[in-house]
């Protein structure tokens, strides 16, 4: 199975958990997810008042440089991890 046909397996498996994660798990999930999916962060980072749009950006930020390849891989070992 390649890379992506386990990215998309990973994603579609983290919907069936049974307990939610932790915040900060779920912003590493983010970041990753998007770091692999659209690449860079991109765009302005949003107000102050967006406190949860504040976080996902500053979690998809952190991860900037990362390839797409590597991010896929985090993104499926921090899922299995979750099981």
């Known amino acids: 199975m ?46 102050m008042f967006d406190m949860v749009g504040g976080a996902k950006y500053s979690a998809w930020k952190k991860l900037s440089g990362t390839t797409k390849e590597d991010a896929m891989k985090k993104y499926i070992e921090q899922v299995e991890a979750l099981f």
């Open 2 to 47: 390649s890379i992506e046909q386990q990215f998309i397996a990973a994603q579609a498996k983290v919907k069936t958990l049974t307990s939610k994660p932790s915040n900060d798990v779920l912003l590493n999930l983010y970041g990753l997810y998007k770091q692999a999916a659209d690449g860079d962060v991109s765009g302005p980072k949003p107000g």
